[in-house]
């Protein structure tokens, strides 16, 4: 199934087990940068929400808050009863030591998955896992390349496809050209987040049987782009947009729904 339907679908079945629950979840999200792509997450995850039927409700903070300042609403939010989660909108000012909050959220709140002690996995990531489980996508023992090492989704991306057992290469900047060729040549699921336009291309053998998630959105000036070139000669292959963007969206919402279970004891 294609990521729009898929999402749509999960996002049906999400609104259906909400109608029914004692007491309607309900997120923060704070937002201290008001810059274009940052509106834009807000303006998603909110739209989501209120379409499953989710509370959300956004606190914007003046560009030049504080970290003292922004660590106290932090707390504030903690010790809310009805706040079953708090997205703290990155990238933070540079006056903001941006590890320093994800440590200072409650991990039980931390529906975006980024404190080491988080019950919740990272949305991206987790995201991208779920949708190839619903395509029947096998994992055991596959070799799985990841192209990039970010904190929000290479590292994070890594972890995973370990865990289910992957054989996984993670390949970066200073990796050389002949290797990269070398790994993709082998590779039977690539994961590429670097956020360079169509790195991905023919220029590159792929497995035919491959399998290409591309996170990558680069706005150029004939509009959004991935990674990945289109239409490339492997089996699967996400589309940007309309990709890897919306599993995000959608974790997040299970994140919330994982971390009402877990508050409400369930
Ligand atoms: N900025 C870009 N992506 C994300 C995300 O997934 N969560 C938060 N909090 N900020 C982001």
Redesign the pocket.
């Known amino acids: 199934m294609i990521i729009k339907e898929y999402v749509q679908q999960q996002k049906e079945l999400l609104k259906e087990e909400i109608a029914k629950l004692e007491r309607v979840p309900s997120f923060i999200i704070m937002q201290v940068n008001d810059d274009a792509a940052s509106c834009a997450?807000v303006k998603g995850k909110i739209k989501d929400a209120n379409e499953v039927g989710i509370n959300v409700e956004l606190k914007k903070f003046p560009i030049d808050i504080s970290e003292e300042e922004l660590l106290k609403e932090i707390d504030i939010v903690k010790h809310n009863p009805n706040i079953d989660g708090l997205?703290?909108?990155?990238p933070l000012p540079k006056h903001i030591n941006e590890e320093r909050i994800k440590l200072a959220v409650d991990p039980s709140q931390d529906i975006?998955g980024f404190h080491p002690m988080s019950k919740l996995l990272p949305?991206t990531p987790k995201g991208i896992i779920d949708y190839l489980k619903s395509e029947n996508v096998n994992f055991v023992g596959k070799n799985a390349v990841v192209i990039g090492r970010s904190n929000?989704v290479g590292k994070p991306m890594a972890k995973l496809l370990l865990r289910e057992h992957c054989n996984v290469t993670v390949l970066h900047s200073r990796t050389t050209r002949e290797d990269m060729a070398f790994y993709i040549k082998h590779a039977d699921i690539i994961v590429i987040a670097i956020g360079k336009t169509e790195f991905l291309n023919e220029s590159f053998e792929y497995k035919p049987s491959a399998v290409i998630v591309d996170v990558g959105i680069n706005r150029t000036e004939e509009g959004l782009k991935g990674d990945a070139k289109r239409g490339l000669p492997v089996a699967l292959q996400t589309p940007v947009p309309g990709g890897v963007g919306l599993l995000?969206r959608l974790t997040l919402l299970k994140n919330l729904m994982d971390a009402y279970h877990n508050k409400m004891g369930k």
């Open positions: 997450y997205i703290v909108q990155m975006d949305c929000i995000t």
